[in-house]
């Protein structure tokens, strides 16, 4: 089976440009996790989605990290405007959850942000 | 919020040896996972073990879990230079839809 999409793989930007990510996740998945992992840590939760609906988005940095997802399928992750620590890769997961148990995630290549 | 906490944070080894890495964490827990990061195929979960399972075997993967402790080990047998990857548990609280990962471990296999 396909696995997880994003792209674009790396994007480098000055700060306080605007940024976009996209992912497609593993077709019936019906939930949809984005991470941010700054070097040298582990992957951060920024937002989750059930189908349409957003679950979790309590460490998404809303007043310049906004995202979506339409149609319970792609989803996109935007940053506006970027600083200097965003430099991050962004990573996109999926899951069939059963009983809204996260269990096994299906992760993206991730997309490569630096910030200058 | 870190919950998992990996030690050691690098371990370097011969090709062959057994790898040992540990997680402890703060909170009861649901289920806690490990998953692989390496540069060639992303971040790839490797086991996943319930609160009330103690003990989990996948190839060469042994994963135990000491709910009395909130620690979880990760055993590798027989390492190979294709282990060279970063390691990171990761727990779901009980009551939580979210995993929340660890800082991981760096793990290296000298040929």
């Known amino acids: 089976e396909a696995g997880v999409a994003q792209s674009p793989r790396y994007k480098i930007i000055e700060k306080r440009q605007s940024v976009a990510f996209w992912c497609n996740p593993i077709?019936?998945?019906?939930?949809l996790y984005w991470y941010q992992q700054i070097l040298g840590q582990g992957p951060k939760l920024l937002i989750q989605?059930?189908?349409?609906?957003?679950?979790?988005d309590s460490q998404l940095p809303k007043d310049r990290f906004s995202a979506e997802r339409l149609k319970g399928v792609d989803s996109t992750l935007k940053i506006q405007p970027a600083k200097l620590e965003d430099s991050a890769v962004y990573l996109c997961?999926?899951?069939?959850?059963?009983?809204?148990?996260?269990?096994?995630?299906?992760f993206g290549p991730g997309t490569r942000l630096t910030v200058t | 919020s870190q919950q998992g906490e990996e030690d050691p944070q690098a371990l370097s080894i011969q090709e062959g040896e057994n790898a040992t890495m540990n997680c402890s964490y703060k909170?009861?827990?649901?289920?806690l996972q490990w998953y692989r990061q390496n540069s060639g195929r992303g971040l790839v979960h490797l086991i996943l073990?319930?609160?009330?399972?103690r003990e989990k075997h996948s190839g060469r993967l042994r994963v135990t879990l000491d709910t009395s402790k909130k620690s979880s080990s990760l055993l590798i047998t027989a390492s190979r230079a294709a282990d060279t990857a970063s390691y990171f548990c990761?727990?779901?609280?009980?009551?939580?839809?979210?995993?929340?990962f660890g800082q991981g471990t760096r793990l290296t296999i000298n040929p």
């Open positions: 997961a999926s899951s069939f959850p059963l009983a809204g148990v996260p269990y096994e995630q299906y």
């Open positions: 077709s019936g998945h019906a939930t």
């Open positions: 989605f059930q189908n349409n609906g957003v679950v979790d």
């Open positions: 909170t009861s827990i649901n289920n």
């Open positions: 073990i319930r609160s009330n399972e």
């Open positions: 990761a727990t779901v609280t009980r009551g939580a839809q979210k995993l929340v």
